[in-house]
């Protein structure tokens, strides 16, 4: 696809209003209820998943009974028509998008913490999009970092970010800018603007998680209303807007800690996975010059036996995060920065299981799983790539957690 067929089907999916649900359906969905929707799309995603890859977005027919799912309007605030459901049910609902399909999972997954992430705004921006959109999809993009300048009434923003996820079915966008200031560091603050103020640049060309279609987004000089702006330093510890805002605990989560574990939930879908199809291969493939199957070998049990096992520790590791982000939030002090961290440390070491977990299936599945049409060899190259997630920097979360430990001060800002 080359940038201008790009733009192109962005502008093509833009405000697909048929897929709005209904508040009496809305009113009837429970949690179990929005999982099971995902659990049942688990087939079509995997079905897929090779295409995604192939067109470097998810399938459009594909995102378009995702959104019919009702998973967009998890973290919605109630006042808007949204869900308001919790930590756990996020990971229920996302796991068997992932499962399916590593890039679909991971881009849905960050586009439901995104509509968390437009409740930190001030409330004028969400009155002024969650109104005509019931949700928000929207990439959130950091890096590097993008320039604003401040004017009257406002903002003009400009740059260049990578890593747009979502962006191929998006209708807004966050970023991130710095504002100078002559008398100490930088402001850093998010904005958001539609995305037909900006611009695409087709630049998603990897080896791995090439389904989710994570171009680059530009800006230039784009003005950005005062009220479509805010400085992130009160997400780091969850005391931002939606803190002021809401009632509902989910909104007072401390940023970091719930980006990663947004981020590590297609990674176990990813690892359970690979699970599933090392297991079925071994009952299939035939041990050369024997008549045994590889199901046959101790080996190979013990090798399946880990890999599961692991998988299944990374993602009770991930839920206790979970548990964790949440008592950060009900409780009444800003939770301190070794509290996130120890968090951070727990989710990382997670993906470094998962990873694990999929080098076993892989290294033990012979030359065959290496063909691109054996799921084995995509989810080697996805969990490579989404384990190189600034957040997953396993020796920069050790350092950071071992400084805590012996009462040293943090040497990151990534906390």
């Known amino acids: ?40 799309l688990k087939g079509l995603l995997s079905e897929n998943a090779r295409r995604a890859e192939m067109g470097r977005h998810p399938v459009d027919a594909v995102w378009d009974e995702i959104r019919k799912t009702g998973v967009f309007y998890h973290f919605v605030p109630k006042c808007y028509g949204g869900l308001e459901f919790d930590v756990q049910s996020f990971i229920d609902a996302m796991l068997p998008l992932s499962e399916g399909c590593s890039s679909t999972g991971w881009v849905t997954a ?9 409740t930190q705004f001030p409330k004028q921006a969400q009155d002024e999009i969650f109104g005509s959109h019931p ?11 993008g320039r604003a300048k401040a004017v009257d009434g406002g903002f003009l923003l400009s740059g260049q970010w990578r890593w747009g996820t979502g962006v191929m079915h998006s209708d807004w966008i966050m970023a991130y800018g710095a504002i100078a200031s002559p008398e100490g560091p930088p402001q850093i603050r998010f904005f958001i603007f539609p995305t037909s103020e900006g ?21 230039d000089q784009v003005f950005i209303p005062e009220h479509r702006s805010f400085e992130v330093a009160g997400l ?30 297609p990674a176990i879908g990813t690892a359970r996975a690979a699970v599933a199809h090392f297991k079925s291969y071994m009952s299939e493939r035939q041990v050369y010059l024997t008549d045994l199957k590889q199901s046959d070998k101790p080996a190979s049990q013990m090798r399946l036996g880990h890999a599961d096992m692991q998988a299944r520790t990374a993602e009770m590791l991930v839920r206790d995060a979970g548990h964790k982000i949440m008592q950060m939030a009900n409780q009444i002090e800003a939770p301190m920065a070794e509290q996130r961290v120890a968090v951070r440390m727990q989710i990382a070491y997670a993906m470094d299981l998962c990873r694990n977990v999929i080098s076993l299936a892989s290294a033990a599945s012979g030359s065959s799983a290496h063909f691109v049409t054996n799921p084995i060899q995509r ?14 920097d ?11 430990l012996v009462g040293l001060p943090m040497n990151s800002p990534l906390v």
């Open 1 to 40: 696809m080359g940038q201008s067929d790009a733009i192109q089907h962005l502008q093509s999916r833009a405000n697909p209003d048929k897929h709005w649900l209904s508040a009496a359906d809305l009113q009837a969905l429970t949690p179990q209820a929005l999982t099971a929707r995902t659990e049942g």
């Open 394 to 404: 396993l020796d920069s979360v050790s350092e950071l957690h071992g400084r805590a």
């Open 199 to 219: 611009r695409i640049v087709d630049s998603w060309h990897v080896d791995g998680m090439c389904g989710t279609g994570s171009h680059d987004v530009v800006a």
């Open 110 to 118: 960050f586009c439901v913490e995104h509509n968390w992430l437009l």
């Open 379 to 392: 989810a080697l190259r996805d969990i490579n790539v989404m384990s190189s997630h600034v957040v997953y």
């Open 135 to 145: 949700y928000v999809i929207a990439p959130g993009v950091t890096n590097p970092m």
């Open 236 to 265: 780091r510890d969850g005391r931002g807007n939606g803190a002021a805002l809401y009632d509902n605990p989910i909104y007072r989560m401390p940023m970091m800690p719930f980006l990663a574990l947004t981020a590590a939930i």
